[in-house]
């Protein structure tokens, strides 16, 4: 069986809250069912890469120094990411990353960094650094074609707006600004979310969406996923959801 590519872009500088776990789980959870998974890295040393080859690509979150490095970098990413994107390449990206694929971030600083443009969302973080979308979040989710509640943990002073298919509803927490209704960003191919957490390891559910997502590009790949025992994490999940929600 051919495997899952996966491309893990910047892993050295985009790490914050444990966001290369979200790479632990895909590999397990395909490890668990014989299913080849390899992951790559890029990062600044890096030579460009023919992104279309993946069918996953992976930024996670970073603060608005990395940001700001990394925006002198991607320039020379944006065609290739582009490309991937109408190639149909899953882009899974979290808070800094899924910031840095908008038009533009405006730091606290007041420093506009360019984005990929992939998006036509921008996000602008208020003066203050004190002032910032911290703590648990609950979201809201159809993605998986039914309603899916996922848990994170969301930590930006960002505030992205022009986002005109929402990954979900807030249920609790902020989201895209102060006391938002809606959080992230999302198309059949796309997540970008706030929530670090990390993501895949609290919503196994998610993570399986994205394998089979990834794995229906592949003609040799099994018709479905063969179900794991997520006893463990439904039970954190229960005791989050009753923590969070019920209050
Ligand atoms: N620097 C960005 C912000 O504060 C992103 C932070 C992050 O990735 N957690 O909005």
């Known amino acids: 069986m ?19 776990g979200n790479m632990e789980i895909l590999q ?42 990394l925006s002198t970098d991607l320039p020379r990413c944006s065609d290739g990411l582009k490309k991937a994107y109408a190639d149909g390449v899953f882009f899974l990206m979290i808070c800094g990353g899924y910031q840095l694929m908008g038009q533009y971030y405006r730091d606290a600083d007041g420093h506009d960094l360019p984005g990929v443009g992939l998006f036509d969302y921008h996000t602008i973080a208020p003066n203050s650094r004190r002032k910032r979308c911290i703590g648990n979040i609950v979201v809201q989710t159809e993605i998986t074609g039914e309603p899916l509640d996922i848990i994170g943990f969301e930590n930006h002073g960002g505030q992205t707006s022009g986002v005109t298919s929402p990954f979900g509803r807030v249920r609790c927490g902020n989201g895209n600004c102060f006391q938002s209704d809606i959080e992230g960003y999302c198309e059949k191919n796309v997540i970008a979310t706030y929530l670090h957490g990390p993501l895949l390891a609290k919503n196994p559910k998610l993570a399986d969406y994205i ?13 479905f996923l063969a179900p794991l025992d ?3 994490e439904n039970e954190c999940r229960e005791v989050m959801l009753e923590r969070l929600l019920k209050k």
């Open 230 to 232: 997520d006893t463990l």
């Open 28 to 69: 397990y959870r395909c490890k668990m069912r014989d299913i080849p998974c390899e992951i790559d890295h890029y990062s600044r040393t890096s030579e460009v890469p023919d992104f279309s080859r993946y069918d996953l690509i992976y930024l996670g979150g970073g603060a608005d120094l990395e940001q700001q490095i």
């Open 2 to 20: 051919k495997p899952i590519k996966i491309l893990h872009m910047y892993a050295d500088m985009l790490d914050l809250y444990g966001d290369s």
């Open 211 to 223: 394998l089979e997502y990834c794995l229906r590009r592949h003609e040799d790949a099994p018709a």
